[in-house]
């Protein structure tokens, strides 16, 4: 037999599954089944002058991926740096016995 929170997980699945499929027909309804081209990256191609007097050229996905890369690096900084999942990711990295205590202190 299956517990009553199984059951309720079960049961929640359902109904994310059976609002899955309306959200499907919904947008079927709408755009229709047959594939369409849309152009994601026209602005992508383009360049783009940067700098105080605005000698440098850069194409428009490098300046993207260097903003996303920041962004992502500094998300992974304040990650590691402020949170106790992050503190006992380096620990661990650094050295075991000090992860152990970290650990066992969280745990209690």
């Not at 499929?21 to 383009?46: E, T």
Request: proline share 2%; aromatic share 6%; glycine share 8%.
């Amino acid at each position: 037999m299956c517990s009553q929170a199984a059951q309720a997980r079960h049961a929640a699945d359902d109904r994310l599954r059976r609002h899955g499929v309306h959200i499907q027909n919904k947008i079927l309804l709408v755009y229709g089944a047959r594939p369409k081209a849309i152009d994601m990256c026209s602005n992508l191609q383009q360049q783009r002058n940067i700098g105080p007097h605005r000698e440098l050229r850069v194409a428009a996905a490098s300046a993207e991926y260097i903003g996303v890369t920041v962004l992502l690096m500094v998300g992974l900084s304040l990650f590691l740096g402020r949170t106790s999942y992050g503190v006992q990711m380096r620990a661990r990295t650094r050295r075991t016995s000090v992860w152990r205590a970290i650990w066992h202190s969280g745990r209690t």
